[in-house]
């Protein structure tokens, strides 16, 4: 599964426990950390690779509601 499709699949299931948290860790030359947490104590966290980011950060991650 991508980064992106994981992402997706947890805000949309865990966004109705109320508002989500999220954070990434600095980005360094092999990517970087993505990180959601749930108010109920569930966290998301994945890799974004460099050639990730673009197609993640650019694009898709403004569309999610916060």
């Not at 948290?21 to 460099?50: I, K, M, N, S």
């Amino acid at each position: 599964m991508s980064v992106y499709s994981g992402l997706e699949e947890f805000m949309q299931h865990y966004r109705l426990h109320g508002n989500l948290a999220w954070w990434t860790t600095p980005p360094t030359p092999t990517g970087y950390q993505v990180r959601v947490a749930c108010p109920c104590g569930v966290v998301f966290e994945r890799w974004v690779l460099p050639q990730d980011e673009e197609d993640l950060l650019g694009s898709q991650l403004p569309a999610f509601p916060s």
